[in-house]
Protein backbone atom coordinates (compact mmCIF):
# COMPACT_ATOMS: atom_id res chain seq x y z
CA UNK A 1 0.00 0.00 0.00
CA UNK A 2 1.12 3.33 -0.63
CA UNK A 3 0.96 5.80 2.14
CA UNK A 4 2.39 9.46 2.35
CA UNK A 5 4.64 10.82 5.28
CA UNK A 6 4.94 14.61 6.77
CA UNK A 7 7.13 15.53 8.68
CA UNK A 8 9.19 19.05 9.69
CA UNK A 9 12.82 20.24 8.64
CA UNK A 10 15.06 22.12 10.44
CA UNK A 11 16.91 24.09 8.29
CA UNK A 12 19.73 26.81 8.98
CA UNK A 13 19.35 30.15 7.17
CA UNK A 14 21.10 29.28 4.32
CA UNK A 15 18.75 26.65 3.37
CA UNK A 16 16.00 28.58 4.39
CA UNK A 17 17.42 30.91 1.51
CA UNK A 18 17.32 28.01 -0.77
CA UNK A 19 13.84 27.22 -0.25
CA UNK A 20 12.38 30.47 -0.25
CA UNK A 21 14.50 30.79 -3.88
CA UNK A 22 12.77 27.55 -4.88
CA UNK A 23 9.40 28.55 -3.98
CA UNK A 24 9.89 32.06 -5.86
CA UNK A 25 10.86 29.75 -9.04
CA UNK A 26 7.65 27.38 -8.60
CA UNK A 27 5.52 30.33 -8.29
CA UNK A 28 6.84 32.25 -10.98
CA UNK A 29 6.62 29.45 -13.89
CA UNK A 30 2.82 28.61 -12.54
CA UNK A 31 2.24 32.29 -12.72
CA UNK A 32 3.57 32.66 -15.80
CA UNK A 33 1.78 29.47 -17.86
CA UNK A 34 -1.44 30.14 -16.45
CA UNK A 35 -1.26 34.10 -17.72
CA UNK A 36 0.12 32.06 -20.92
CA UNK A 37 -2.66 29.60 -21.30
CA UNK A 38 -5.21 32.17 -21.01
CA UNK A 39 -3.81 34.29 -23.65
CA UNK A 40 -3.94 31.38 -25.46
CA UNK A 41 -8.10 30.84 -24.74
CA UNK A 42 -8.55 34.31 -25.80
CA UNK A 43 -7.03 33.77 -29.49
CA UNK A 44 -8.94 30.20 -29.67
CA UNK A 45 -12.03 32.15 -29.60
CA UNK A 46 -11.69 33.82 -32.94
CA UNK A 47 -9.51 30.52 -34.32
CA UNK A 48 -10.49 27.07 -32.89
CA UNK A 49 -7.34 25.43 -35.18
CA UNK A 50 -4.83 27.08 -32.22
CA UNK A 51 -3.22 24.35 -29.91
CA UNK A 52 -3.64 24.57 -26.15
CA UNK A 53 -0.50 23.78 -24.97
CA UNK A 54 0.55 20.87 -22.71
CA UNK A 55 3.15 20.44 -20.24
CA UNK A 56 5.40 20.07 -22.27
CA UNK A 57 4.87 22.68 -24.72
CA UNK A 58 5.10 25.40 -21.82
CA UNK A 59 8.15 24.15 -20.75
CA UNK A 60 9.93 24.45 -24.08
CA UNK A 61 8.29 27.84 -24.36
CA UNK A 62 9.84 28.79 -20.76
CA UNK A 63 13.08 27.66 -21.45
CA UNK A 64 13.23 29.95 -24.38
CA UNK A 65 11.15 33.50 -23.51
CA UNK A 66 11.82 33.18 -19.73
CA UNK A 67 14.94 31.31 -18.56
CA UNK A 68 17.05 32.40 -21.26
CA UNK A 69 15.96 36.27 -19.81
CA UNK A 70 15.84 35.22 -15.93
CA UNK A 71 19.27 33.47 -14.48
CA UNK A 72 17.94 33.25 -11.13
CA UNK A 73 15.52 29.65 -12.44
CA UNK A 74 19.03 28.01 -12.32
CA UNK A 75 19.83 28.29 -8.92
CA UNK A 76 17.36 25.62 -8.26
CA UNK A 77 16.96 22.62 -9.04
CA UNK A 78 15.58 22.31 -12.99
CA UNK A 79 12.17 20.05 -11.35
CA UNK A 80 11.33 23.01 -9.47
CA UNK A 81 9.58 24.74 -12.35
CA UNK A 82 8.95 21.40 -14.51
CA UNK A 83 6.30 20.40 -12.13
CA UNK A 84 4.82 23.64 -11.24
CA UNK A 85 3.80 23.83 -15.14
CA UNK A 86 2.78 19.87 -15.02
CA UNK A 87 0.36 21.45 -11.96
CA UNK A 88 -0.85 24.30 -13.72
CA UNK A 89 -1.73 22.36 -16.94
CA UNK A 90 -3.29 19.53 -14.43
CA UNK A 91 -5.83 22.04 -12.79
CA UNK A 92 -6.55 24.08 -16.57
CA UNK A 93 -7.21 20.25 -17.08
CA UNK A 94 -9.72 19.66 -14.02
CA UNK A 95 -11.15 22.60 -14.90
CA UNK A 96 -11.81 21.87 -18.94
CA UNK A 97 -14.09 19.29 -17.33
CA UNK A 98 -15.78 21.12 -15.21
CA UNK A 99 -14.69 19.26 -12.00
CA UNK A 100 -13.06 22.80 -10.71
CA UNK A 101 -12.82 26.46 -11.26
CA UNK A 102 -9.97 28.13 -13.52
CA UNK A 103 -7.10 28.61 -11.57
CA UNK A 104 -6.00 31.25 -9.91
CA UNK A 105 -2.73 32.92 -9.89
CA UNK A 106 -0.45 31.83 -6.71
CA UNK A 107 0.72 34.98 -4.19
CA UNK A 108 4.03 35.15 -2.89
CA UNK A 109 3.98 33.56 1.49
CA UNK A 110 0.48 31.85 0.45
CA UNK A 111 0.84 27.46 0.44
CA UNK A 112 4.31 28.01 -0.56
CA UNK A 113 5.62 24.67 -1.62
CA UNK A 114 7.81 22.89 -4.54
CA UNK A 115 8.91 19.61 -5.76
CA UNK A 116 12.13 18.10 -5.98
CA UNK A 117 13.11 14.61 -7.88
CA UNK A 118 16.68 12.34 -7.98
CA UNK A 119 18.19 9.55 -10.12
CA UNK A 120 14.89 6.82 -10.71
CA UNK A 121 12.57 4.57 -8.72
CA UNK A 122 14.45 1.86 -9.35
CA UNK A 123 17.77 3.98 -7.86
CA UNK A 124 16.41 6.85 -6.15
CA UNK A 125 19.15 9.57 -4.81
CA UNK A 126 17.57 11.07 -1.96
CA UNK A 127 19.69 9.99 0.81
CA UNK A 128 18.12 9.55 4.30
CA UNK A 129 19.87 8.51 7.60
CA UNK A 130 17.44 8.86 10.40
CA UNK A 131 18.85 12.49 11.17
CA UNK A 132 19.27 14.16 7.94
CA UNK A 133 17.52 13.85 4.49
CA UNK A 134 20.24 14.88 1.44
CA UNK A 135 18.00 17.03 -0.97
CA UNK A 136 18.94 17.87 -4.84
CA UNK A 137 20.89 21.42 -5.24
CA UNK A 138 20.19 21.81 -1.55
CA UNK A 139 22.54 19.40 0.78
CA UNK A 140 21.97 17.71 4.29
CA UNK A 141 18.64 19.23 5.74
CA UNK A 142 18.21 18.07 9.74
CA UNK A 143 14.63 16.08 10.44
CA UNK A 144 12.62 16.70 12.93
CA UNK A 145 12.25 12.99 13.11
CA UNK A 146 13.17 10.29 11.03
CA UNK A 147 11.68 9.36 7.68
CA UNK A 148 9.90 5.59 7.21
CA UNK A 149 12.15 4.60 4.49
CA UNK A 150 15.99 5.17 3.79
CA UNK A 151 16.18 6.54 0.22
CA UNK A 152 13.61 8.70 -1.77
CA UNK A 153 12.85 9.32 -5.38
CA UNK A 154 11.08 12.20 -4.67
CA UNK A 155 9.72 14.54 -2.48
CA UNK A 156 7.40 17.80 -1.88
CA UNK A 157 9.13 20.72 0.26
CA UNK A 158 6.14 22.83 1.40
CA UNK A 159 5.95 25.21 4.01
CA UNK A 160 3.16 26.56 7.04
CA UNK A 161 3.36 29.47 9.24
CA UNK A 162 7.43 29.98 9.65
CA UNK A 163 7.83 25.99 9.41
CA UNK A 164 9.18 24.15 6.51
CA UNK A 165 8.25 20.36 5.87
CA UNK A 166 9.29 17.50 3.39
CA UNK A 167 6.29 15.13 2.37
CA UNK A 168 7.25 11.56 0.65
CA UNK A 169 5.20 8.67 -0.42
CA UNK A 170 6.71 5.12 0.45
CA UNK A 171 5.34 1.86 0.39
CA UNK A 172 3.85 -0.36 3.08
CA UNK A 173 2.93 -3.29 4.25
CA UNK A 174 -0.49 -4.41 5.43
CA UNK A 175 -0.54 -4.94 9.23
CA UNK A 176 -1.73 -7.93 10.97
CA UNK A 177 -4.80 -7.64 12.90
CA UNK A 178 -7.69 -9.58 14.85
CA UNK A 179 -9.90 -11.03 12.33
CA UNK A 180 -12.85 -10.65 14.81
CA UNK A 181 -13.44 -6.87 14.95
CA UNK A 182 -16.93 -5.77 15.46
CA UNK A 183 -18.77 -3.07 13.35
CA UNK A 184 -19.53 0.62 14.54
CA UNK A 185 -22.14 2.95 13.64
CA UNK A 186 -20.42 6.70 13.94
CA UNK A 187 -22.58 9.97 14.19
CA UNK A 188 -20.57 12.77 13.73
CA UNK A 189 -21.82 16.29 15.74
CA UNK A 190 -21.18 19.87 16.30
CA UNK A 191 -21.43 19.50 20.43
CA UNK A 192 -18.75 16.24 20.07
CA UNK A 193 -16.34 15.03 17.49
CA UNK A 194 -18.05 11.63 17.27
CA UNK A 195 -20.28 9.14 19.29
CA UNK A 196 -20.05 5.79 18.32
CA UNK A 197 -22.70 3.10 18.80
CA UNK A 198 -20.93 1.46 21.82
CA UNK A 199 -20.81 4.66 23.58
CA UNK A 200 -17.32 5.68 23.36
CA UNK A 201 -17.44 9.73 22.77
CA UNK A 202 -15.23 11.47 21.48
CA UNK A 203 -15.23 14.92 22.62
CA UNK A 204 -14.71 17.99 19.77
CA UNK A 205 -11.61 20.35 20.50
CA UNK A 206 -13.53 23.05 19.15
CA UNK A 207 -9.81 24.85 18.23
CA UNK A 208 -10.95 27.46 16.10
CA UNK A 209 -14.03 28.54 18.94
CA UNK A 210 -10.85 28.73 21.44
CA UNK A 211 -8.73 30.61 19.85
CA UNK A 212 -11.03 32.99 18.01
CA UNK A 213 -10.53 35.70 20.52
CA UNK A 214 -6.57 35.77 19.86
CA UNK A 215 -7.17 35.41 16.40
CA UNK A 216 -9.43 38.53 15.71
CA UNK A 217 -6.68 40.66 17.57
CA UNK A 218 -3.83 39.16 15.29
CA UNK A 219 -5.58 40.37 12.86
CA UNK A 220 -6.72 43.72 14.00
CA UNK A 221 -2.75 44.11 14.21
CA UNK A 222 -2.26 42.74 10.95
CA UNK A 223 -4.66 45.54 9.58
CA UNK A 224 -3.50 48.82 11.45
CA UNK A 225 0.04 48.11 10.30
CA UNK A 226 1.85 49.66 7.19
CA UNK A 227 2.03 47.68 3.66
CA UNK A 228 5.33 46.29 3.35
CA UNK A 229 6.17 47.24 6.35
CA UNK A 230 8.52 44.78 8.55
CA UNK A 231 6.10 45.41 11.43
CA UNK A 232 3.26 44.07 8.91
CA UNK A 233 5.33 40.93 8.26
CA UNK A 234 6.00 39.99 11.77
CA UNK A 235 2.53 40.65 12.77
CA UNK A 236 1.29 38.15 9.53
CA UNK A 237 3.82 35.56 10.75
CA UNK A 238 2.00 35.59 14.47
CA UNK A 239 -1.39 35.29 12.67
CA UNK A 240 -0.01 32.83 10.50
CA UNK A 241 1.12 31.04 13.93
CA UNK A 242 -2.04 31.02 15.49
CA UNK A 243 -4.09 29.65 12.26
CA UNK A 244 -1.47 26.76 11.73
CA UNK A 245 -1.93 26.02 15.51
CA UNK A 246 -5.90 25.47 15.40
CA UNK A 247 -4.88 23.17 11.87
CA UNK A 248 -3.23 21.39 13.78
CA UNK A 249 -5.26 20.56 17.03
CA UNK A 250 -8.51 19.76 14.68
CA UNK A 251 -5.95 17.37 12.58
CA UNK A 252 -4.63 15.95 15.64
CA UNK A 253 -7.96 14.77 16.86
CA UNK A 254 -9.23 14.19 13.58
CA UNK A 255 -5.82 11.09 13.43
CA UNK A 256 -6.71 9.90 16.41
CA UNK A 257 -10.30 9.17 15.96
CA UNK A 258 -9.70 7.87 12.55
CA UNK A 259 -6.98 5.53 13.90
CA UNK A 260 -9.27 4.33 16.36
CA UNK A 261 -11.83 3.51 14.11
CA UNK A 262 -10.49 1.77 11.17
CA UNK A 263 -8.10 -0.11 13.32
CA UNK A 264 -10.30 -1.41 15.49
CA UNK A 265 -13.71 -2.39 13.59
CA UNK A 266 -13.93 -4.16 10.52
CA UNK A 267 -16.66 -2.61 9.03
CA UNK A 268 -17.33 2.00 9.54
CA UNK A 269 -20.54 3.34 8.74
CA UNK A 270 -20.94 6.87 8.97
CA UNK A 271 -23.74 9.43 7.45
CA UNK A 272 -22.89 10.69 3.90
CA UNK A 273 -23.15 14.56 4.69
CA UNK A 274 -23.40 16.92 2.40
CA UNK A 275 -21.44 19.30 4.06
CA UNK A 276 -21.15 22.46 1.32
CA UNK A 277 -24.69 22.58 2.03
CA UNK A 278 -24.28 23.02 6.14
CA UNK A 279 -21.74 25.09 5.00
CA UNK A 280 -24.65 27.82 3.65
CA UNK A 281 -26.16 27.58 6.77
CA UNK A 282 -24.26 31.35 8.30
CA UNK A 283 -25.38 30.33 11.85
CA UNK A 284 -24.20 26.85 12.15
CA UNK A 285 -21.00 26.99 9.48
CA UNK A 286 -18.54 28.02 11.97
CA UNK A 287 -18.89 25.01 14.00
CA UNK A 288 -19.28 22.71 11.21
CA UNK A 289 -16.17 24.21 9.49
CA UNK A 290 -14.12 23.20 13.06
CA UNK A 291 -15.39 20.29 13.14
CA UNK A 292 -13.33 18.98 10.13
CA UNK A 293 -16.18 16.43 8.84
CA UNK A 294 -14.81 16.44 5.26
CA UNK A 295 -11.01 15.82 6.32
CA UNK A 296 -12.55 12.99 8.90
CA UNK A 297 -14.34 11.28 6.15
CA UNK A 298 -10.67 11.48 3.97
CA UNK A 299 -8.96 10.24 6.57
CA UNK A 300 -11.29 7.08 7.18
CA UNK A 301 -10.84 6.31 3.07
CA UNK A 302 -7.45 5.60 3.11
CA UNK A 303 -7.35 4.55 6.51
CA UNK A 304 -10.08 1.48 6.62
CA UNK A 305 -7.73 0.19 3.29
CA UNK A 306 -4.87 0.45 5.33
CA UNK A 307 -6.21 -1.31 8.35
CA UNK A 308 -8.26 -4.21 5.90
CA UNK A 309 -11.20 -2.56 7.02
CA UNK A 310 -14.62 -1.42 5.31
CA UNK A 311 -16.24 2.37 4.92
CA UNK A 312 -19.87 2.92 4.32
CA UNK A 313 -21.71 5.45 3.66
CA UNK A 314 -25.04 5.73 5.08
CA UNK A 315 -27.83 7.38 2.23
CA UNK A 316 -28.04 11.35 3.95
CA UNK A 317 -31.95 11.27 3.55
CA UNK A 318 -31.87 8.20 6.05
CA UNK A 319 -33.57 9.80 9.25
CA UNK A 320 -30.88 8.36 12.18
CA UNK A 321 -32.01 11.08 14.67
CA UNK A 322 -35.61 10.93 14.29
CA UNK A 323 -35.60 7.27 14.30
CA UNK A 324 -36.04 5.89 18.08
CA UNK A 325 -33.37 2.74 18.17
CA UNK A 326 -35.19 0.66 20.58
CA UNK A 327 -38.45 0.60 18.97
CA UNK A 328 -38.09 1.84 15.46
CA UNK A 329 -40.73 4.28 16.11
CA UNK A 330 -40.37 7.76 13.82
CA UNK A 331 -40.84 11.32 14.93
CA UNK A 332 -42.14 13.66 12.87
CA UNK A 333 -38.86 16.12 13.91
CA UNK A 334 -35.48 16.26 15.72
CA UNK A 335 -34.50 19.75 16.32
CA UNK A 336 -31.06 20.23 17.17
CA UNK A 337 -31.87 22.19 20.44
CA UNK A 338 -32.76 18.48 21.81
CA UNK A 339 -30.11 16.54 22.90
CA UNK A 340 -32.12 13.84 24.61
CA UNK A 341 -34.41 12.04 22.42
CA UNK A 342 -37.32 10.62 24.13
CA UNK A 343 -39.90 8.27 22.46
CA UNK A 344 -43.29 8.86 22.65
CA UNK A 345 -44.33 5.27 22.08
CA UNK A 346 -42.29 3.34 24.40
CA UNK A 347 -40.69 5.70 26.53
CA UNK A 348 -37.29 5.10 25.27
CA UNK A 349 -34.91 7.99 26.63
CA UNK A 350 -31.06 8.25 24.91
CA UNK A 351 -28.92 10.77 24.11
CA UNK A 352 -29.94 11.97 20.87
CA UNK A 353 -25.85 11.09 19.31
CA UNK A 354 -25.79 8.05 20.59
CA UNK A 355 -29.62 6.90 19.48
CA UNK A 356 -28.35 8.09 15.81
CA UNK A 357 -25.09 5.92 15.96
CA UNK A 358 -26.90 3.14 16.38
CA UNK A 359 -29.68 3.61 14.04
CA UNK A 360 -26.60 4.37 11.48
CA UNK A 361 -25.38 0.72 12.85
CA UNK A 362 -28.28 -0.92 11.90
CA UNK A 363 -28.85 1.05 8.42
CA UNK A 364 -28.33 -0.99 5.39
CA UNK A 365 -29.21 -0.48 1.63
CA UNK A 366 -32.73 -0.70 1.24
CA UNK A 367 -33.76 -0.99 4.98
CA UNK A 368 -37.45 -0.11 5.86
CA UNK A 369 -37.93 3.30 7.00
CA UNK A 370 -41.13 3.89 8.75
CA UNK A 371 -43.26 6.95 8.00
CA UNK A 372 -43.18 10.03 10.33
CA UNK A 373 -45.78 9.82 12.85
CA UNK A 374 -47.06 13.88 14.28
CA UNK A 375 -45.11 13.86 17.60
CA UNK A 376 -42.92 16.87 17.68
CA UNK A 377 -40.04 16.21 19.65
CA UNK A 378 -40.45 18.64 23.06
Known amino acids: MLLSFKTALIPNDKQQTAFKKACGVARHAYNWANAHIKEVLELRKDDKSIKIPSAIDLHKKLI ?33 KKVSKQPRFKKKGQRDSFYLE ?25 LAEPLPVTAIHNCVISR ?13 EQPTLNVKRPTVGVDIGVKELAVTS ?18 KLAQRRVSKKVKGSKNRAKAIKKLAKLHAKVSNIRKDSIHKLTHYLAKNH ?16 HKLAGAIGDCGMYEFRRQLEYKTEKFSSKLI ?57 PKCSDVVSQ
Not at 118 to 123: E, F, I, L, R, W
Not at 160 to 172: H, N, S, T, V
Not at 276 to 281: E, I, S, T, V, Y
Not at 343 to 356: F, M, S, T, V
Request: proline share 5%.
Open 198 to 215: TGKVFPNPKAYRRMSKRL
Open 118 to 142: AGTKAKPLIKNDGKRVKLPSIGWVR
Open 266 to 281: SVIKIEDLHVKAFLKN
Open 160 to 172: QADRWFIAIKYEM
Open 313 to 369: LVNRIFPSSQICSNCGNHRHKMPLKNRVYVCPDCGHIEDRDLNAAKNIERWFDGIYI
Open 64 to 96: ETVKSVNEWYYETNKNVPQKALADLRQAWDRCF
